[in-house]
């Protein structure tokens, strides 16, 4: 299983520094419409306001006009937004994760056992490792056997 890290992106000079700085009226969260940061961080930040976004290209111009003060997602996206916002910053630690495993349909489970033997070669061979760095993937922990 592989985790992908949720956290949040601040602008260059922002005085939001650690989560701890967040949950306080006035405070204006970035969200993409439809995602699971918009379903799950009002019931985490009840103080803050959650803004909602189209989209990231949206997002980035959003900081520009003030109307968010950091952004809400898995942490590749927010890398990627930063190479875009020169001086942005992503806080440290998360706010959750997004997990992603290897499934066989119910009736196949004959294949088990070579689906088991494949995951442990890519782990054991380092595979897994640099697909993530030649993806650019930053912000995945570890991949798992579970």
Not at 62 to 82: C, H, Q, V, W
Not at 116 to 132: H, K
């Amino acid at each position: 299983m592989l985790a992908i890290e949720l956290g949040f992106l601040v602008p260059a000079n922002s005085p939001i520094g650690k989560v701890e700085d967040i949950d306080k009226p006035g405070v204006k969260i970035g969200v993409t419409k439809g995602s699971t940061s918009e379903r799950t961080l009002p019931a985490k930040f009840k103080n803050a306001t959650i803004v909602s976004a189209e989209s990231v290209k949206v997002a980035v111009g959003m900081f520009g006009r003030g109307e968010i003060d950091l952004y809400a997602t898995n942490k590749p996206t927010l890398f990627e937004m930063s190479d875009q916002m020169p001086g942005a910053r992503i806080l440290d630690g998360n706010w959750g994760a997004e997990h992603m495993a290897i499934a066989i349909p119910k009736g196949r489970e004959d294949a088990l056992p070579l689906l088991n033997r494949f995951v442990a070669d890519e782990q054991s061979s380092g595979a897994l490792d640099t697909i993530q760095r030649q993806a650019g993937l930053r912000g995945a922990t570890g991949a798992t056997r579970e």
